[in-house]
């Protein structure tokens, strides 16, 4: 198959980042700051939700704080994201605003969807998170077309392209990354492997649970990394990142346990009391808080006041969200379509089809 593109037109490539096994402490206790932020917003996001302040759907980035901060840290403000529907980390890492984030889970006007995307339809073109996607692998093949047009105008983005890995097992990824290889497109594609695809594991759903291996199929560089350590998840989606740059995709497969259920709504019975017991041990954000205590960067004072600061973040988001208004009526089929379309309906629920013909009189006279 041959690409639409520009053949060996030259892709102007950002040296990648440079790698070290020691940032400044300053970083470090940047990196925890933003897994405690992620922890105490999801946390009053499930509590929102049985309260009925949030409809719809939740899921959450419980117990994947370290690979979404590791994610995150390694993308240029000008690459472009893709998610799956548990993205409230991720809009928080690209620094959105905690509480535009918290009034669309809200459904409110001020939210970065307009109220119309809930949580999982997080949009915000200027952080260039170009959507989370309700439909699983739906966000896929868009990423991979995201792709195609930086490469075609031969632009320095990349596109992370993040799923769960319950996803590798539909036709449009096995598709996507055949494209990919075949044309050498800017993307990196992110597995989030929790090992459960809502309660199926993936050892009973995938003939080889090794994801990453999966691109042995089309000949493309692919990594496993601990999700459990923010800084090896960023060490290796820097250099996923700089392979993708350079014309060649790459597959990376994070290990992270969620420690709730799939859902707000899942009690994850699946889970026997060893294995919650396992999960609450190896806790990310606990985990590194007690790595940087023993290099004698954070203090339990400092985890204190970190703490408290997180949680005054999340009630300002929620007091931002609950002072927005509702979305109106009117604004029901706004951003329907990018642009205005032949046979765009704007007609509301109960409105008639047509305007209905007046009956013809008759020859019976009050």
């Not at 590791?70 to 409230?88: K, P």
């Not at 420690?259 to 985990?287: C, N």
């Not at 706004?334 to 007609?347: G, I, L």
């Amino acid at each position: 198959m041959s690409s639409p593109r520009v053949k060996n037109r030259p892709r102007t490539a950002k040296s990648p980042p440079a790698q070290t096994d020691s940032l400044e402490p300053e970083r470090l206790l940047h990196f925890y700051r933003q897994m405690v932020e992620i922890r105490r917003f999801e946390e009053r996001a499930a509590r929102a939700y049985t309260q009925a302040e949030i409809g719809g759907y939740c899921h959450l980035n419980l117990g994947e704080e370290a690979t979404v901060v590791g994610l995150m840290s390694a993308l240029e403000s000008s690459d472009y994201l893709f998610t799956n529907y548990r993205e409230h980390g991720y809009a928080l890492g690209r620094g959105i605003a905690p509480g535009r984030i918290m009034a669309e889970l809200y459904g409110r006007s001020d939210g970065v969807s307009k109220g119309w995307g809930g949580s999982m339809h997080l949009f915000d073109m200027g952080a260039r998170l170009l959507g989370g996607y309700g439909i699983v692998g739906g966000q896929i093949p868009l990423a991979t077309g995201a792709a195609l047009a930086i490469d075609y105008v031969s632009g320095p983005e990349a596109v992370m392209c993040i799923m769960g890995e319950g996803t590798t097992n539909i036709g449009a990824f096995h598709e996507s990354l055949n494209i990919a290889a075949l044309w050498g497109l800017p993307i990196v594609y992110v597995v989030i492997n929790n090992g459960l695809g809502m309660g199926t594991t993936v050892e009973k759903s995938s003939a080889e649970p090794d994801i990453y291996k999966r691109a042995a199929s089309y000949r493309m560089a692919s990594a496993r990394v601990d999700g459990n350590d923010p800084l090896a998840v960023r060490d290796a989606a820097q250099s996923a990142l700089a392979s993708a740059r350079s014309g060649k995709p790459f597959l990376l497969e994070a290990t992270s346990k969620r420690l709730r259920g799939h859902s707000v709504v899942d009690p994850a019975k699946y889970r026997t009391p060893a294995e919650a017991a396992a999960l609450k041990d190896a806790d990310p954000v606990a985990g590194f808080a007690a790595r940087l205590g023993a290099a004698g960067l954070l203090g339990e004072d400092d985890i204190a006041r970190i703490d408290v600061q997180a949680l005054l973040m999340v009630q300002e988001a929620v007091d931002f969200a609950e002072a927005s208004p509702h979305p109106t009526v009117d604004t029901l089929f706004d951003y329907t379509y990018a642009s205005p379309v032949p046979n765009d309906s704007r007609r509301l629920p109960g409105d008639p089809l047509f305007e209905p013909s007046a009956y013809p009189q008759t020859g019976h006279q009050a």
